[in-house]
């Protein structure tokens, strides 16, 4: 099998282009979809532990299905987010939203 | 084995690559494909780990539920444009030198790993089944579920709330 080094390398990988997404976009929506991203490869080395070091124990399984059930909840909610923003100012241009600075 | 490695890095590059293309695409919706792309080869990933309730769940609820109600927000709002003139001018250069930053972190300590990795062990065709998830799940970790569907329950009612017109009180 891959060596566990490899799928965390990939992982890592993952988890850079995610944070890129998330710092240099300035729609809110594709700023959410790099924490998606993000999210997804901290499964990925969720996953790849358990397999490589316990697999004996379902922890690390579990924890994958509770990240799983995070994700979906804080997408629910920013995107209900979004769209009662956007209703309020016509726009989801995270730079545009400044109503909270002074 | 010659076969792990070449579905190894046949899946990572998928995934890279379709992750590369959701930093550049213009369009929103091109976007979120991409990313579709992306959750399917990491979904395969899993199987490839033994995790198949794993892999199932990811299809489902990432590439399906999670991407479709992007997809939806993304064409109700018609927010299709991504980019455009940032008024932050410092906001890309700094976002590539803390993506790079991390990148190179990562290569050093994968390079400088210390200690050998303990050998695998094999596991049965059955392994990891759903039912062996389902029971550690509803035995072991029952607080941590129950705590998780209080979350999703809390995620809708703040979803409904928070999309709710205010000339729709009722």
């Not at chain 1, 850079?16 to 929506?29: D, P, S």
């Not at chain 1, 070091?53 to 994958?64: L, N």
């Not at chain 2, 046949?10 to 792309?37: C, E, F, H, M, P």
């Not at chain 2, 290569?107 to 389902?134: C, H, K, Q, W, Y």
Request: proline content about 3%.
């Amino acid at each position: 099998m891959i060596p566990l080094s490899w799928l965390l390398f990939f992982a890592a990988a993952l988890f850079c282009i995610g944070l890129y997404g998330v710092l240099a976009r300035k729609n809110a929506i594709a700023i959410l979809m790099g924490i998606e991203l993000m999210l997804n490869a901290v499964n990925v080395n969720l996953v790849a532990f358990w397999r490589y070091r316990t697999p004996e124990i379902m922890a690390g399984q579990v924890f994958a299905v509770i990240v799983f059930a995070v994700a979906a909840a804080e997408v629910a909610v920013g995107l209900a987010l979004f769209i009662s923003v956007y209703r309020r100012r016509k726009t989801i241009a995270a730079d545009e939203i400044d109503m909270m600075k002074w | 084995m010659l076969i792990d490695w070449i579905i190894f890095f046949g899946l990572a590059v998928v995934a890279i690559a379709s992750g590369i293309g959701l930093l550049l695409s213009k369009n929103a919706i091109y976007a979120a494909l991409n990313l579709i792309a992306n959750f399917t080869a990491v979904a395969i990933f899993y199987l490839i780990l033994a995790a198949p309730f794993i892999a199932l769940a990811q299809i489902a609820v990432y590439a399906g539920a999670i991407m479709v109600l992007f997809l939806f927000v993304i064409m109700l709002l018609g927010a299709e444009r991504l980019g455009g003139t940032s008024t932050l001018r410092w906001q890309r250069p700094l976002a590539i030198v803390l993506g790079l930053i991390l990148i190179v972190e990562t290569v050093l300590v994968f390079i400088n790993r210390s200690g050998a990795i303990a050998p695998i062990v094999e596991v049965t065709a059955d392994f990891g089944s759903p039912a062996a998830i389902g029971e550690s799940l509803f035995s072991t970790y029952l607080l941590p579920f129950e705590v998780i569907s209080v979350l999703l329950l809390a995620a809708m009612i703040g979803a409904i709330v928070l999309t709710r017109r205010r000339d729709q009180k009722a």
